[in-house]
């Protein structure tokens, strides 16, 4: 599953709402390194679907959920019931009243995770598509260069650039099964002038096929210009392939690695080990970036700039429509309510609605419905790992927009008694 698939099943599920039959979210680990491991998600699936069969006992879509719950065990159990793949993440978002059945198989891992709400759990998709970053690994050789395109961590396209260049070895770079002749020979002076000819030339066929596979990778990285570059090979040929990068693309240069031993070092298990490698750089250079945007929202709100601190005032900002990134830790847990008439939000439970005296309904996860929310208006959010700085501030934040606030209907709010009219 490509990273834009991902933000494609984003935009649409953040959509959805249901508030008769529950939206069921699955989140399944389908990593089983052993049969052990295999035995514990059938497990948690059987649990999981009786406790949530017994939870609703009472509702009055307790036919319709069953008859959901039975397929996504179903889909779940045939997932775990097969051989170990590339993908090592299931999710399933599916409810029968709205028409929806949503599956995505991804190469990361999930927590594992059965809940009913009415609306999607989208905290760990988000996270997903937040934490892994589109990348472009580039291995680079004196006959061009290898591209390969990693989404959610795992290779999706590959493209090469390879132009016959002479080999070179030794010292003075002869071309490979030239003779040595004596300088003192007849013929000494013309030879070494045809050997800075011949380097000549093989230099100008290594600096044409760098300048092909550069405008490759320019054309791959335009369609995305989120993805981070990670340059393979000796540092010779790493700096000069660099410097051959429009400044742009220089700055997304995230790492320089050194080529692996062994001349299939980009085939088989030399990939993956490169891979892996690549999708460590792009993790924690996610890592940073998180601890920087946590650093500026708390600057920004304790300066009285465009950011709030805290669920009281992240709620209120949803409420107005004015997130533009929203910060929550990935073990943030908090209830609040949601009016059923103005679909406001509030953290405290009160008995009717505070802006318009409307009927309530209980949000178990607020964070879910933070997600859902900031999404829905084209927001973005950024999950983080539990950290001091913004549990301080009990895990969430917000960075705002520019202007004026939006009324919950999105209406401008009416004018002070007296104002310009």
């Known amino acids: 599953m490509a990273d834009h698939h991902v933000q494609q099943a984003l935009a649409e599920l953040c959509e959805l709402r249901s508030d008769g039959e529950p939206i069921v979210s699955l989140y399944l680990d389908t990593r089983w390194p052993d049969e052990k491991q ?33 397929r996504v065990a179903a889909a779940a159990g045939e997932r775990v019931g097969q051989p170990g793949g590339a993908d090592r993440g299931l999710a399933i978002f599916a409810c029968e009243a709205l028409g929806l059945w949503s599956v995505h198989a991804v190469p990361r891992p999930f927590v594992d995770e059965l ?44 493209a090469t650039v390879e132009r016959p260049v002479p080999g070179r070895h030794g010292q003075g770079g002869r071309i490979r099964g030239g003779a040595s002749p004596s300088p003192r020979g007849a013929s000494g002076g013309a030879f070494y002038e045809r050997e800075r000819k011949n380097q000549r030339h093989v230099e100008e066929l290594a600096d044409r096929a760098r300048r092909e596979a550069v405008e490759l990778l320019r054309q791959l990285w335009e369609r995305d210009p989120r993805a981070n570059l990670v340059l393979v090979g000796t540092s010779e040929k790493v700096a000069a392939f660099e410097r051959a990068l429009p400044a742009r693309m220089q700055e997304k240069v995230l790492a320089r690695l050194p080529r692996p031993p062994g001349k299939e070092s980009w085939r088989g ?35 009285g700039g465009l950011a709030v601190l805290g669920p009281e005032d992240v709620v209120a900002a949803v409420n107005q429509r004015r997130v533009h990134r929203l910060i929550v830790e990935e073990d943030f847990e908090r209830s609040g309510w949601r009016c059923r008439n103005c679909e406001a939000l509030g953290t405290t439970h009160d008995e009717v609605c505070s802006f318009c ?21 084209d927001g973005e959010v950024e999950v983080v790992a539990h950290t001091n700085r913004l549990h301080a501030y009990h895990g969430v934040a917000a960075l705002l927009r520019q202007g004026r606030a939006n009324g919950l209907s999105g209406r401008e709010p009416p004018a002070p008694p007296g104002g310009p009219p």
Request: charged share 30%.
């Open 357 to 377: 005296q409307g009927p309530l309904a209980l949000v178990e996860a607020l964070s879910e419905e933070l997600v859902g929310r900031v999404l829905a208006e």
């Open 115 to 158: 809940c009913t709400d009415a609306r999607p759990h989208l905290l760990q998709l988000a996270r997903l598509a937040d934490d892994v970053e589109p990348g472009i690994l580039v291995f680079v050789h004196d006959r061009g260069a290898r591209l390969y395109e990693v989404a959610l961590g795992a290779i999706v396209n590959e």
């Open 269 to 303: 298990d030399g990939k993956a080990a490169l891979l892996g490698q690549v999708v460590e750089k792009i993790v924690g250079h996610e890592r940073g970036q998180e601890a920087a945007q946590v650093e500026h929202a708390i600057g920004e709100a304790l300066r």
């Open 38 to 70: 295999r035995e514990r998600s059938r497990v948690f699936l059987q649990e999981s679907l009786r406790r949530t069969v017994d939870r609703h006992a009472a509702h009055p879509q307790l036919e319709a959920l069953r008859r959901t719950l039975g």
